[in-house]
């Protein structure tokens, strides 16, 4: 995409100054007036925006935006009449001092930065836990990239038995335990494969037109679960965001005659989950299938939750319950896909059995900090050292002992 600008300032530059477009437009004063500031205006608008992000904590508003670009060009043009044009007219030893020492200046205030002074006004090593956990989202780091049957996914492990993890970012997520256990256990692990695509179910049916490229995608997933060579297969996704709530894709149901609506209770819900019980059925008669279940997930999990007041002001961590409570419909969904699972011959793997109790769901790790990436994702230090409920899809069932 940066050809085009970049072609078309070469266009303009070979058009010559009677070029229609340089003649006519470019020459308006107004232009003219643009071009004289672009630079400092390019210095000011990115920290200006970036700033703006970073105190509010999330992509700044369009109000807030369009305030910015205005003292963007307010500020360029100010330092152009005050600093480059001073700078072209007095070309002196006196200007090439003042230069010089204000580079020093730079130099020697970021050094003192990098030495670590002065001291941070935001000192909480706990600010540092919650940096490191909205950083910790390389799910897929250190596993292998490879072809399936044509198809692109991710590979940990070299066992015979062959395992394959189908589904959206939920099924991702679990990749660092895959990897940890093909480190610890090479001699057990199976060579597992995962072959996802994002904000796409693994049902057969449900269809979402603004992601054009889940239904394709879904397509190759199923048919290389069906594959003979594959031992096991693992069906996982966000069921929590495409069955309990609004989410931010329409999804619907067809059948072949209707379309109906799932998001926020929609009628198509009982469809889809009719179309998830006949496939993992259908596998089942096949092969070893896992249904894995959804972690709980909602605002409460976020880990901007734990902090409080702000970087214009004073920054704290919040002194957290290390649970939350499981929303309801969570807890409803958790049951029915159990009893899928068990009306399908498949085998439920229930991250929610394992992170909640009573109604409580985990949300840090031992050291306090968050155990999700973001408000439903869990982070892959977690999966990595303590999702130990998945190891039952991954390594190898042990051999019968002799003489049973």
Request: aromatic residues 8%; charged residues 15%; contains cysteine.
């Amino acid at each position: 995409w940066a050809l085009l600008p970049v072609l078309g300032a070469a266009s303009c530059i070979a058009a010559g100054p009677q070029g229609v477009l340089n003649r006519y437009l470019l020459s308006n004063p107004l232009m003219v007036g643009i071009g004289l500031i672009s630079y400092p205006l390019y210095l000011w608008h990115w920290p200006l925006l970036s700033y703006a992000r970073i105190v509010q904590g999330a992509a700044p508003s369009a109000a807030l935006s369009a305030a910015m670009v205005a003292a963007s060009v307010a500020l360029a043009w100010l330092t152009y009449r005050t600093v480059e044009r001073a700078v072209r007219v007095r070309t002196g030893p006196a200007t090439l001092r003042v230069l010089g020492g204000s580079a020093i200046a730079v130099i020697a205030v970021a050094v003192a930065v990098q030495l670590g002074l002065p001291a941070p006004r935001h000192d909480d090593p706990m600010l540092q836990t919650l940096s490191n956990a909205s950083s910790d989202g390389e799910y897929y780091a250190g596993l292998a990239s490879e072809t399936l049957d044509g198809n692109f996914v991710r590979r940990a492990g070299e066992g015979a038995r062959k395992v394959l993890v189908i589904g959206d970012s939920h099924i991702s997520q679990y990749a660092p335990r895959a990897r940890a256990l093909a480190q610890r256990s090479p001699e057990t692990m199976s060579t597992t494969y995962f072959f996802e695509y994002p904000a796409c179910a693994p049902v057969p049916g449900m269809m979402v037109p603004i992601n054009p490229g889940c239904a394709p995608r879904r397509a190759q997933m199923l048919e290389a679960a069906f594959d003979p060579k594959i031992d096991a297969v693992v069906v996982g996704a966000c069921w929590n965001c495409y069955f309990t709530g609004n989410f931010y894709m329409p999804y619907v149901f067809e059948d072949g005659t209707s379309v109906l609506p799932i998001n926020d209770g929609g009628p198509g819900i009982e469809p889809a989950l009719a179309s998830l019980q006949k496939l993992l059925g259908e596998l089942a008669r096949h092969k070893k299938v896992y249904l894995l279940l959804d972690n709980p997930m909602g605002s409460d999990f976020e880990p901007g939750r734990m902090i409080s007041g702000s970087r214009l002001g004073t920054l704290s961590v919040l002194a957290m319950a290390g649970t939350a409570v499981q929303p309801p419909g969570q807890a409803r969904l958790n049951e029915r896909l159990l009893a899928i699972a068990a009306a399908s011959g498949a085998e439920p793997i229930d991250a929610a059995g394992r992170l909640c109790r009573e109604g409580r769901c985990l949300r840090t790790m031992p050291d306090g900090g968050p155990a999700y990436l973001d408000n439903n994702h869990l982070r892959p230090a977690y999966i990595r050292d303590h999702a130990s409920y998945v190891d039952t899809a991954f390594l190898a069932p042990a051999p019968p002992r002799a003489g049973n």
